[in-house]
């Protein structure tokens, strides 16, 4: 089975702080992405990469960056957090292309006060 | 704009009934398309996909897929409660792209 581990399952930072959500994952994929996830807003993504030291921005890029320097973990970092970063991260994996199957880890629930 | 549409729900079915949940979807070169179960508090897990026109089965699960009306549809037979959950379809523009998803609820 694909394994997608998150290693913060719960956080709360203070506004202002550098936060690092960790992603790793055991199947050789290629491709990772970061989504955030807001009721009524669905899954939106952050980031991807297609592989090491590649990155690609998503749909909703700003406030984030990420960090792949290995093929099997893949960083979000929020360089000064903000309230309006209070969400469910979600890491995610496939293999290379387009239209494979995403597997999910099992989300970072994030709280900026 | 890649879009995939589903309507936000809920859908309410009895236990036992047949639901079924649709989906739109703006690109008509898209040729693979996938169905997640997100439960409450949890992450999406993939039901299945379809990448060819017509109905593929899985257990209780049947996918359908019209490309030349850009619509795939997933029907859920003999409702559980278990089923309960928002549904998420997801359909590739280079990276996939997923709806809002519709939000079913199975009553006892």
């Known amino acids: 089975d694909v394994k997608v581990t998150q290693s913060s399952r719960y956080l709360v930072k203070r506004t202002g702080e550098k936060v690092f959500l960790e992603c790793v994952q055991d199947m050789d994929h290629e491709n990772m992405f970061w989504y955030r996830q807001d009721p009524g807003l669905g899954l939106r993504l952050i980031y991807f990469s297609y592989d090491v030291k590649m990155k690609e921005k998503g749909d909703i890029p700003e406030g984030y960056s990420v960090s792949r320097e290995k093929k099997e973990r893949f960083s979000l970092i929020l360089e000064s957090a903000s309230t309006n970063q209070t969400s469910m991260y979600l890491c995610?994996?496939?293999?290379?292309?387009?239209?494979?199957?995403?597997?999910f880890g099992e989300g970072s629930w994030l709280t900026v006060v | 704009q890649k879009e995939v549409e589903q309507n936000s729900g809920p859908l309410s079915v009895p236990e036992g009934a047949i639901a079924s949940l649709n989906c739109t979807y703006s690109d008509r070169g898209s040729q693979s398309f996938f169905w997640y179960r997100q439960y409450s508090g949890k992450s999406p897990e993939l039901i299945m996909f379809i990448y060819s026109n017509g109905d593929k089965e899985d257990g209780r699960f049947t996918a359908q897929l019209n490309k030349a009306s850009q619509y795939v549809s997933l029907l859920i037979r003999d409702s559980q409660p278990s089923d309960s959950a928002t549904y998420l379809c997801a359909a590739p523009f280079q990276k996939l792209v997923f709806g809002t998803g519709t939000r079913l609820l199975v009553s006892p």
């Open positions: 995610a994996s496939s293999r290379g292309g387009s239209g494979n199957t995403i597997y």
